[in-house]
């Protein structure tokens, strides 16, 4: 195992395998949400350092498509060995940048060297679709180039891990642009990736809010890998259309949890509880919207509760909740939360007001009971400790209340009936659907998503696809002067759908 250790002390751009400071001479800094200190500062790239970072990427590209699959593997496999000797180093930073949760920032960075691990398995060989003795037909999947990840905020590690081995397993080079709300740990993930790969094949730009749209509209970037909110991802598949760039975007969830009538209440309940508030409710695929049976809904409402007040404001406890990850997103649930007193929303627990007495952008945990359906708190994403649950009666119902929304991307169904259990989750419309639990993914499992919570997939080996382009290649064995007979007339598409899925 390497035993390469980072200095997590210093940040820089990462660009043709050199720590660089901004051609602007700009820097920024970012707020500990937790204790309300400002982080180290980080260079703000200029369009120069842009086009450079392209342009050495489009050249190691070239030279990292030609190394074998096995060695690309060994590369990445040596990164990831690399990422665990620095593990505690970057959950430290994780606490220190989002106020996260110390057990949750070391679970967030083991996923992402296990993300590592599992993506650089996976391969693409060629296929032969027709070996006769008049012609021979192999597809073939060649990188696309130049991607560019655009990280989120929330867990930038594990997200840059899964788009960094994504990309250079299949031969890509790789931009990262992280958030500028949590720039540190993948500034130094690049930082440690010179170690393993060529130069220009994983670098690190960060900067403000021009940075993204240059990747997004640059003609040498060939695909944007976009993990955000659904109004970015809709500006940057604009942006991409100008250029006809391939994008993935990974958006906004809404998930709802229905629980049926014959549930071990005591049982399910603290998975639930943890699952809807990890991260301070700041996760893409954990229950938003839990729908319980009349029949449990008292009990399981009692049980949320008194989970909810169980959790501290101590990151270094096991059931720590920790503070919103930065002043625009505590903002935003603020406003949330006056529009629940304003409408006079039922409050099980929690508070409508900030915390008085708690230095950082902490907020109540707070559950609201029996909401109508078309609240804002219901209808809306909240990414932050409130949590709306509701009443249901009859299943045909719950299931066309559940997929009344523009999400799409996870939603789960808790019963003893496997049955049951099956007959719900087959009809609801979301990209990934949990029975008896929520969000526990690995890398091995694709994740897509419905409607508006995007395009493309994440994880599993259905996304390596993603960052390739079919090449079909048919060659005649013969020449041949005979005319066509009728079994041989031309075909405008293949018979056997090669590039399905690939675009």
């Keep these: 195992m390497s035993s390469i250790s980072l200095d997590f002390t210093s940040f820089h751009n990462v660009i043709n395998g050199e720590l660089r ?62 990422v665990e000797v620095n593990l505690e180093g970057f959950a430290q930073m994780l606490v220190k940048e989002l106020g996260k949760p110390v057990n949750l920032a070391r679970i967030e960075v083991t996923i992402a060297i296990q993300s590592i691990r599992v993506l650089s398995g996976f391969s693409l060989p060629e296929q032969v679709r027709e070996d006769s003795e008049s012609r021979k037909v192999i597809t073939r999947y060649t990188p696309l180039g130049v991607a560019a990840g655009i990280i989120p905020w929330n867990f930038p590690i594990s997200v840059a891990c899964v788009k960094t081995a994504s990309a250079l397993a299949t031969g890509n080079a790789i931009i990262l642009k992280p958030s500028p709300h949590a720039p540190y740990g993948v500034l130094k993930l690049a930082e440690l990736g010179q170690q393993f790969f060529p130069p220009g094949v994983l670098q690190a730009l960060s900067g403000d809010d021009e940075l993204g749209p240059w990747l997004v509209q640059h003609p040498d970037i060939n695909v944007i890998a976009f993990t955000g909110s659904i109004g970015v991802g809709k500006k940057v598949m604009e942006g991409c259309s100008k250029t006809l760039k391939r994008c993935i975007l990974e958006l906004g969830g809404n998930d709802a949890a229905i ?30 919207r839990i729908y319980a049976h009349e029949s449990i809904y008292d009990k399981l409402l009692a049980g949320l509760v008194n989970y909810a007040k169980n959790l501290s404001f101590k990151l270094d406890e096991e059931l720590a909740i920790g503070p919103l990850s930065n002043k625009p997103q505590y903002e935003r649930i603020k406003q949330l939360l006056a529009d629940i007193e304003t409408n006079k929303l039922t409050l099980a627990t929690g508070s409508t007001k900030p915390l008085a007495d708690q230095k950082g952008l902490y907020l109540t945990p707070t559950i609201i009971d029996n909401p109508l359906d078309k609240s804002r708190v219901v209808v809306e994403e909240a990414f932050g400790p409130v949590l709306p649950v509701l009443k249901w009666s009859e299943e045909s119902d719950v299931i066309e209340r559940v997929n009344d929304t523009k999400y799409g991307l996870g939603a789960s169904v808790w019963s003893r009936d496997a049955e049951q259990a099956d007959r719900i989750a087959r009809q609801l419309e ?48 013969q020449i041949s002067t005979t005319p066509l007979s009728e079994d041989r007339t031309p075909h405008l598409e293949p018979q056997t759908p090669a590039k399905e899925g690939m675009k």
């Excluded at 209440?265 to 603290?270: D, F, K, L, R, Y």
Aim: with cysteine.
């Design 21 to 82: 400071s901004s051609t602007t001479g700009k820097t920024r800094s970012t707020m500990n949400p937790a204790i309300l200190e400002d982080n180290p500062p980080v260079p703000i790239a200029g369009l120069d350092n842009v086009d450079e970072a392209v342009q050495s990427a489009r050249k190691a590209a070239k030279a990292w498509s030609q190394v074998l699959w096995e060695e690309r593997r060994k590369a990445l496999n040596a990164f990831a060995d690399a």
């Design 259 to 288: 629980v049926c009538s014959d549930v071990d209440v005591e049982a399910i309940t603290p998975k639930l509880g943890y699952f809807a508030f990890a991260n301070c409710g700041q996760v893409c695929i954990i229950p938003k």
């Design 430 to 477: 979301a990209g990934i659907v949990f029975i008896n639990t929520h969000a526990e993914t690995d890398a091995n499992f694709p994740a897509g998503a419905f409607k508006e919570s995007g395009i493309g997939v994440q994880y599993g080996s259905w996304c390596i696809p993603l960052e390739l382009e079919a090449d079909i290649r048919g060659r005649p064995l």
